[in-house]
C-alpha cells in the first residue's frame, strides 16, 4: 500500500489531520480532527496569515478546577493518621482542635500565615491560656500543615502548597513539682476505704503507672502465681507493652481486687461491680480527707461561684514514684522502664530533687570535706633539707 503523501505542515494521526506551524519560536500542533485534506490546507494558510497579522490566538485546552481547601479539610486526615500511627491522646487531640476551629477552620490554607498564628497566640494568652496549653494546640495545627503538604488530593497535587513558618515554641513554666512521700501515702490509706482504691494508690505510689493504664487492667493481666503485672500495648501511652514485678504491698492489695473475678474481668471496679471509670471525685473526697487537698471558692468566666478542689494531683504519683525509684537505687533505665517514659529528657523533668534532696546534698558535700580535711591533718610532711632527697 502507498503511503499517503501530505503537504507540508500536514499530517495525519490516527485518523485525525494535524496542521504545524512555527508560532514564537516553537512548533506547534494543532489537530483538526476527521476532516478533508483541502480543508485542513485552508486552515493552515488561515492560520499562518494570522500570526504574520498578529492576529493569532491560540487555542487552551479545558482548564481543570481550582479546589479550594480549608483548614478545617485538614482536620479529619489528621486524625485519621493520628489514629493509624496509634495515637493514644486522642481526646487531646480533639480539644486542641475545638480551641483552634472558630479562629483558622474557615480559612483557606493560602490564608494562613505566621501574622494571624501570632494573633492567635495574642488571643488565647490574653484569656489566660498557659504557654504550654497554646504550644500544644499549635502544634497540632503545625502537624495538620504538614500532613497537608504530604497528602495527594483528587486531582493528583498535595493538598498543601505552602507551610506557614510558625513562631518560636512559648516559654513554658516549671514542670510541678509535688510529691507524694511516706507520711502522706500513709495517710491515703488510711483514708482509702474501699479496695480498688487502696489498690489504686499502692500502684501509683509504687510504679508511677498512668491512670489510664492502671484503669483499663483486666484480671488475666495480673499473674499471681509469679507475681507479674503485664501491660499490654493497647493499654500504654506509648505503645509499646510493659511488665512490671509486683512487690509485697502491690500483691496484696491487687489479691483483694481480682479475688472471684473472671479473667477478663476490669481489676478496678467498685461494690457494685461497675467499672472505675473517672477516679476524680473519689480521690478529691480522700485527699481532702487525708488532709492533702482542700475545697476553695472560685469563680467561673461568667461570675459564677463554685468549689474549686486544690491540693495533691493524681499525677503527683508520677514524680514521687520515679524519686523514690532513683533514690533506692533503681537504675534510671530501669525506672523509665517501668515507668513507661521513652525519652530523656521527659523522664528528667520527673525526675526533680526537692528541699531535702539540696539538703542532704550539702550534707554530704560537708562531709567530705571534713573527711579530706582529716586525712590532711594525717600527712606527714617531709622537708627539703631533711636529708631524705
Known amino acids: 500500500m502507498r503511503k499517503e503523501k ?52 491560540p487555542k487552551v485546552g479545558p482548564v481543570a478546577p481550582v479546589t479550594t481547601y480549608t483548614v478545617a479539610d485538614l482536620w479529619p486526615i489528621y486524625r485519621a493518621n493520628y489514629e493509624n500511627l496509634g495515637g493514644r491522646d486522642t481526646g487531646r487531640q480533639e480539644i486542641a482542635w475545638k480551641r483552634l476551629k472558630p479562629t483558622f477552620g474557615a480559612l483557606t490554607l493560602e490564608a494562613v500565615n505566621t501574622g494571624r498564628i501570632v494573633e492567635y497566640i495574642a488571643i488565647r494568652k490574653a484569656k489566660g491560656v498557659q504557654n504550654g496549653t497554646v504550644n500544644r494546640e ?16 483528587a ?24 510529691f ?83 479473667p477478663d474481668a476490669f481489676v478496678f471496679t467498685r461494690a457494685d461491680g461497675g467499672r472505675v471509670v473517672d477516679p476524680r471525685k473519689d480521690w478529691y473526697a480522700l485527699c481532702v480527707a487525708s488532709g492533702l487537698g482542700a475545697w476553695v471558692p472560685a469563680k467561673r468566666r461568667k461570675g459564677e461561684d463554685y468549689k474549686k478542689y486544690v491540693g495533691l494531683n493524681l499525677h503527683d504519683f508520677r514524680r514521687s514514684a520515679i524519686r523514690n525509684m532513683t533514690r533506692r537505687g ?28 539540696l539538703a542532704d546534698a550539702s550534707a554530704k558535700i560537708e562531709a567530705g570535706r571534713e573527711v579530706q580535711s582529716a586525712g590532711k591533718s594525717h600527712t606527714k610532711v617531709i622537708h627539703a633539707d631533711s636529708g631524705l632527697f
Open 6 to 57: 501530505l503537504p507540508r505542515g500536514i499530517h495525519r494521526r490516527h485518523g485525525s489531520l494535524v496542521i504545524s506551524f512555527a508560532y514564537e519560536g516553537k512548533v506547534k500542533y494543532l489537530s483538526l480532527g476527521n476532516c478533508s485534506l483541502a480543508f485542513a490546507k485552508d486552515e493552515l494558510s488561515g492560520t499562518k496569515k494570522k500570526i504574520r497579522e498578529g492576529n493569532y490566538v
Open 330 to 357: 533503681v537504675t534510671e533505665k530501669i525506672a523509665m522502664t517501668i515507668s513507661g517514659h521513652t525519652t530523656r529528657s521527659v523522664f528528667d523533668r520527673y525526675d526533680i530533687g526537692d528541699e531535702a534532696d
Open 138 to 153: 499549635l502544634s497540632v495545627l503545625a502537624a495538620m500543615f504538614h500532613l497537608g503538604a504530604r497528602f495527594t488530593a
Open 180 to 262: 507524694i512521700g511516706e507520711p502522706q501515702y500513709a495517710a491515703l490509706i488510711e483514708h482509702a476505704k474501699e479496695p480498688w482504691l487502696r489498690a489504686f494508690v499502692e500502684c501509683a505510689y509504687t510504679f508511677g503507672f498512668r491512670k489510664g493504664e492502671l484503669l483499663s487492667l483486666r484480671v488475666n493481666q495480673c499473674d499471681l502465681l509469679d507475681r507479674w503485672i503485664r501491660l499490654s500495648g493497647s493499654d500504654t501511652k506509648n505503645g509499646r507493652p510493659r511488665k512490671v514485678k509486683m512487690t509485697d504491698r502491690v500483691y496484696a492489695r491487687l489479691l483483694d481486687c481480682v479475688r472471684g473475678k473472671a
Open 155 to 178: 486531582n493528583g497535587k498535595p493538598m498543601v502548597d505552602r507551610v506557614p513558618a510558625f513562631p518560636s515554641k512559648l516559654k513554658e513554666g516549671e514542670p510541678r513539682k509535688g
